[in-house]
């Protein structure tokens, strides 16, 4: 086993990794130095780059840039995007796949190798991108134990979650969860907005729509608005499919949510952008003097005012937060931006030992503990209706 350290900021490069479970929604991906290396047992597109093995110490990030793996060939493509934005810091040298047709062609594109075994990974790796799902747990955990800064795409339970924390700290380095939704414009206006409405009264209720492809990050959104999820409680009152009503208490704020399943258990049946899905997400938090909602992942996001308390005959009784008119290539974008500003966080991270609030253990467990409970109650008895 290699020893790396914690720093960040030796030679830096990317390894990234895709698993063909996940969602890609990149229109292009043109513009790529080619590979014209041989393939070989080990490494399928192999690429000429110094594999100094020696450990990583903390450098100013002025002086080289950070070695990235990504993990998995499908949404980890957005990954692979998103680091190739920023040249200076970043630089991907790597694709851990199974190695599909696939992953080969990407590599090939991308001009790096790759590799099908963690116990083939290069000794120099700083950060990995791993956005295989569920299934590539057992990788996400080896490469924390190679002692490789992770950056793990969600949804994953809290045993999982405890797992990984737990290897992170024995091996002195970082692991987060990116719940990316938060980081989109419209949710980062909600979120902004809705801490802003806090300082005048607390909230009163929540609402929420959700599938199981988009719920993880909608709690995640919620839990940065409410600021803890504990104590809570959830109730599945009814279920006419696709829709699961839940109901629960948020550290004592009444919460709905409807719930778009699609599969069994612990499974997704829809893929990622599945036009059978009805919506991404909806959110909708309420306070005393108004109600702030947020439509759908591209926004808008409104508030609107409390009618009765309104005390002026010209109030505004609603307003646009967020209404900027959203292409499906801009949300492309915004999904590139905020899986950059989800890498830097976690170099940041592992530069100062200091963890952003989204990335604390309370907040992850919590979420991950609501999102565990929520996808159970979908395969429960309901409480005041039968199942159909």
Same mark, same amino acid.
């Given at each position: ?9 030796? *030679?830096?490069?990317?390894?990234? $990794? ?33 594999? +100094? ?20 060939? !499908? ?8 680091? +190739? ?5 970043? #630089? ?10 696939? *992953? ?57 979650? #405890? ?10 380095? *970082? ?18 907005? $809705?801490?802003? #409405? ?17 719920? =993880? ?15 809570? #409680? ?23 949510? +409807? ?17 059978? =899905? ?14 702030? *909602? ?10 609107? !005012? ?7 005959? !010209? ?6 937060? =967020? ?62 209706? +039968?199942?159909?």
């Amino acid at each position: 086993m290699v020893s790396r350290g914690a720093g960040l900021f030796g *030679s830096a490069r990317f390894l990234a $990794c895709f698993d063909s479970s996940r969602f890609c929604a990149s229109p292009n991906l043109s513009g790529i130095a080619d590979c014209g290396g041989r393939n070989t047992s080990q490494v399928l597109c192999a690429y000429p780059f110094a594999a +100094q093995r020696s450990g990583i110490g903390i450098l100013p990030s002025s002086m080289k840039r950070l070695r990235v793996l990504v993990c998995g060939t !499908n949404y980890g493509r957005i990954y692979r995007a998103a680091i +190739q934005r920023a040249p200076r810091e970043f #630089e991907l040298v790597g694709i851990l796949a199974r190695g599909s047709a696939r *992953s080969l062609e990407l590599s090939r594109k991308s001009g790096v190798p790759l590799y099908r075994e963690v116990e083939h990974l290069p000794g120099d790796i700083d950060i990995a991108c791993a956005a295989m799902g569920i299934s590539g747990e057992g990788v996400v955990l080896r490469l924390l134990e190679q002692g490789i800064h992770v950056l793990c795409e969600h949804p994953h339970g809290p045993a999982f979650m #405890e797992t990984a924390k737990r290897i992170a700290a024995q091996h002195d380095v *970082s692991f987060h969860i990116n719940g990316h939704f938060a980081g989109l414009e419209a949710a980062s206006a909600f979120i902004k907005h $809705c801490n802003l #409405e806090r300082r005048v009264a607390a909230p009163v209720f929540l609402d929420a729509v959700a599938t199981d492809r988009s719920l =993880y990050g909608a709690l995640d959104i919620l839990r940065r608005v409410t600021k803890t999820f504990e104590p809570t #409680e959830f109730a599945a009152l009814d279920r006419k499919p696709p829709f699961t009503l839940v109901r629960a208490s948020v550290d004592g704020v009444p919460t709905t949510l +409807q719930f778009q399943h699609s599969g069994t258990e612990g499974r997704m049946a829809l893929k990622d952008g599945d036009p059978r =899905y009805i919506v991404d997400f909806r959110l909708a938090v309420g306070f005393p003097h108004g109600v702030l *909602s947020m439509l759908s992942i591209a926004g808008p996001v409104i508030w609107n !005012n409390n009618l009765f308390r309104s005390s002026k005959r !010209n109030d505004r009784l609603w307003a646009f937060i =967020y209404g900027r008119p959203v292409s499906s290539f801009d949300l492309y974008r915004q999904r590139v931006k905020a899986n950059l500003l989800a890498v830097r966080s976690l170099a940041r991270s592992a530069r100062e030992h200091v963890a952003p609030p989204e990335q604390n253990a309370d907040h992850i467990f919590e979420v991950s503990r609501a999102w565990a409970e929520i996808i159970a109650l979908t395969h429960r008895p309901t409480h005041g209706a +039968q199942p159909p």
